[in-house]
Nanobody, 115 residues
């Protein structure tokens, strides 16, 4: 079993920054893709950023240039540095990791950006 625990969410003013972290624990052989998704109530969960095992990153157009995803393989951790935050970035953010041929999700962390 694999567990993902996110941290770093909170309330910030527009233009501010937050850094999300997600740590995986449990029976892990190796982690392939890592990613961050976000979801508003009643809406679908959308990809924000993803990073491959080789370090190649992809971003949603709405966050490109403002958010940076990174990973620390030794710590089984993925990060999301969020700068120049906007009110429309308000959502619950979830991390997802692919390991042992399965996808695992964290429990989500709330990010609220006030105008």
């Amino acid at each position: 079993q694999v567990q993902l625990v996110e941290s770093g969410g909170g309330l910030v003013q527009a233009g501010g920054s937050l850094r999300l972290s997600c740590v995986a624990s449990g029976s892990i052989f190796s982690i392939n893709d890592m990613g961050w998704y976000r979801q508003a109530p009643g809406k679908q969960r959308d990809m924000v950023a993803a990073i491959s095992a080789g370090g190649r990153a992809n971003y949603a157009g709405s966050v490109r240039g403002r958010f940076t995803i990174s990973r620390d393989n030794a710590k089984n951790t993925v990060y999301l540095q969020m700068n120049s935050l906007k009110p429309e970035d308000t959502d619950v953010y979830y991390c997802r990791m692919e390991t042992n041929y399965m996808y695992y999700w964290g429990q989500g962390t709330q990010v609220t950006v006030s105008s």
